[in-house]
Nanobody, 116 residues
Framework: QVQLVESGGGLVQPGGSLRVSCVASGFTFSNYEMRWYRQAPGKERELVAN????????NYADSVKGRFTISRDNTKNTVYLQMNSLKPEDTAVYSC?????????WGQGTQVTVSS
């Protein structure tokens, strides 16, 4: 049974930091590109960051570049998103996505709220 389970979301003040995690099971994690998406109420889903299977290549949306860092630990079947210097506009549901060819898996998402 394939599962992607996110955790680590919550409420944080502007300028603060948060790390969200996504634990995978039921498939060969190390074969898959991993992505973090976010979706705020009333807005389209946005690709935030992606990382290749070995972690050798990472890409970021312009809106988070220099503030967010994606990483993965293939021994733990886990992908992380470290978020620093958070802004109110970063408020969204953050979901992880596994991609390999035409195969895609999604997690249920974790809420991140940036507010004072």
């Amino acid at each position: 049974q394939v599962q992607l389970v996110e955790s680590g979301g919550g409420l944080v003040q502007p300028g603060g930091s948060l790390r969200v995690s996504c634990v995978a099971s039921g498939f060969t994690f190390s074969n898959y590109e991993m992505r973090w998406y976010r979706q705020a109420p009333g807005k389209e889903r946005e690709l935030v960051a992606n990382i290749t299977p070995t972690g050798g290549n990472k890409n970021y949306a312009d809106s988070v570049k220099g503030r967010f860092t994606i990483s993965r630990d293939n021994t733990k079947n886990t992908v992380y998103l470290q978020m620093n210097s958070l802004k109110p506009e970063d408020t969204a549901v953050y979901s992880c996505n596994a991609l390999w060819g035409w195969t895609r898996y999604w997690g249920q998402g974790t809420q991140v709220t940036v507010s004072s």
